[in-house]
């Protein structure tokens, strides 16, 4: 489930309240039986994982102020917990998302532009994880120190690959306003889970809530990110790269609303 380990949230402002929202709702969901109806959460209560978002230049977090890093430690013993940045999570998403289309699309120029080569994608496409592999190095480049916000962004950066190469119907790819979409969506349920996994993973709860829990987060991410303002020229990786960080951008400005 997205990140996991010891890591508590960078204790911000803006995570613990995205913790309250999702904790208190998701004890509400356990506190039903499994076959009831679903306790809805609603996409104003993931509001706050925009504010885990750096813009350039400015600090992380939402209202209540609070600089970007908090007090927890993140991986590698680092103090001030993921520092997440709205430039960086988009460069690498939407690199990712381009290099997929293109290769959906047959698009030889724009993946040697990512450097990566047709023929070989293709080699790779009976082995998925190959094939995905290839896509997230050259996204997010070799491993580095293995941070918090590291792994956040190789797994959107792998589940926007893997997306982009099974979605549309009747085999058709989808637009790039959906893959645009798709990939906001991930950003925020993998900042979601990488804030709030350990609560929700503490044992208090049955299994089986924790798992519905997680399926609702990503949907509600979804319908966030369906609010989005998007303005999507292309499916280049400028465009989809400038998409997605204006789409980051805008969601966040509502967070910071008084």
Known sequence: MGTKGSYTGNGTPASKQLQQNVTTWLDALAGSSPGAP??????????????????????????????GGGGAAGAGGRT????????????????????????????????????????????AASDPIDWTRRIVQAACGPLSDGTIEDQERRFVASEV????????????????????????????????????????????????????????????ARVLAERASLTVTGPSTAEITRAVEEGIDAMRSIWMEP
Request: hydrophobic share 40%; charged share 20%; aromatic share 6%.
């Open 38 to 67: 679903p306790k809805p959460l609603s996409p104003d209560q993931l509001l706050p994982s925009l504010g885990l978002f750096r813009p350039s230049g400015g600090h992380a977090d939402g209202p209540g102020g609070g600089a």
């Open 161 to 220: 690959a893997q997306w982009v190469l099974e979605a549309g119907a009747d085999g058709a790819p989808p637009s790039p306003e959906d893959v645009v979409r798709e990939t906001l969506a991930l950003i925020i349920f993998e900042a979601v889970i990488g804030e709030t996994a350990a609560g929700m993973n503490d044992g208090t709860r049955p299994a089986w809530a924790t798992a519905d829990g997680e399926r609702q987060l990503r949907e509600t």
């Open 80 to 123: 001030g917990g993921a520092q997440r940045t709205i430039a960086q999570s988009s460069r690498t998403a939407g690199r990712a998302a381009a290099a997929a289309y293109a290769y959906r699309t047959g698009n030889v120029q724009a993946l040697q532009e990512l450097g990566l080569d047709y023929a070989e994608l293709q080699a």
